[in-house]
């Protein structure tokens, strides 16, 4: 089985956005990586948001959703505390709902890797003490 893939909001604008600096990349690695992309909400509306002005930007999220290619992997209602408490713990870098979202998704999907532009996942932890594993493209890894 492979691992899942835990979609941030950076590639997923990249995907669409066919001028988005990391387009090729993102659609590279997207091509390699099994069906469905797990997200959250939060990574949905920003994209959503992102996209906005970009004809068909939005449609084109909402269409992945729709076909199964992503599928949201955590029901935020159920996961309020442990939210709460990630982004406490992250205020000063500060973290967003997406990326509180996104972190307690790795710690609930244990080989979760999470597929990002965003070089706040090399400071956030998962279980406190565990490095949340990544995929970016190599100009933002360390």
């Given at each position: ?25 993102a659609?590279a ?22 996209l906005?002005?970009l ?5 084109a ?45 790795s ?36």
């Amino acid at each position: 089985m492979r691992a899942p893939v835990l979609l941030d909001t950076g590639p997923l604008v990249a995907l669409v956005h066919r001028r988005d600096k990391y387009h090729e990349w993102a659609k590279a690695q997207t091509e390699r990586m099994p069906a469905p992309l797990l997200t959250c909400e939060p990574v949905l509306t920003e994209a959503c948001f992102l996209l906005s002005k970009l004809p068909g930007g939005s449609s084109a999220v909402l269409e992945m959703v729709e076909h199964g290619l992503i599928e949201v992997g955590i029901h935020l209602p159920g996961e309020i505390m442990a939210l709460r408490k990630l982004m406490a713990r992250y205020a000063d870098v500060p973290m967003s709902l997406a990326d509180a979202c996104l972190v307690r998704l790795s710690e609930k999907e244990e080989k979760g890797i999470v597929f990002t532009l965003d070089s706040d996942f090399h400071i956030y932890r998962r279980h406190r003490r565990q490095i949340v594993p990544t995929l970016m493209p190599p100009e933002r890894s360390r």
